[in-house]
């Protein structure tokens, strides 16, 4: 259903040195890039969604929506937790620190949250962290 994730950025070589040790860790690589935007999913493969930073084409500065979120589902726990130290690690502000969340998705939801520098509010996602940890 998804084609591409976009969000926008004040500061594309930031953005780039944010997102490309992130999904390098899962398994995605970089796929476009100019002045104006950087990409990252599969080359080799179309059907894998793309996640895009750009700065915005109306030369405006990025915003950031309130209640706007990409969630990126992880196969373990352990990916959650290393991708969240990662982002941290590298300039994003934390949003919720990695764990379950019994009390709104159930006994097997495994998340952490950040916002990267600027300010996009992005989640790791392990569906059954108790399986996969």
């Given at each position: ?87 941290i690690d590298g300039g994003g502000r934390d949003e919720g ?37």
């Amino acid at each position: 259903m998804i084609g591409y994730t976009m969000v926008g950025t004040s500061d594309l070589n930031r953005a780039k040195d944010f997102y490309n040790p992130l999904f390098e860790m899962m398994g995605l690589s970089p796929c476009y890039e100019d002045e104006q935007v950087a990409s990252w999913g599969d080359r080799d493969d179309e059907t894998v969604p793309q996640f895009l930073s750009c700065l915005p084409y109306d030369g405006n500065p990025a915003t950031v929506g309130n209640g706007t979120m990409t969630a990126f589902r992880l196969p373990t726990a352990t990916l959650v937790d290393a991708l969240y130290e990662m982002a941290i690690d590298g300039g994003g502000r934390d949003e919720g620190r990695p764990g379950f969340r019994p009390e709104r998705y159930g006994d097997k939801f495994y998340v952490a949250y950040v916002r990267d520098p600027d300010g996009n509010k992005l989640a790791f996602v392990c569906y059954d962290g108790r399986s996969n940890p």
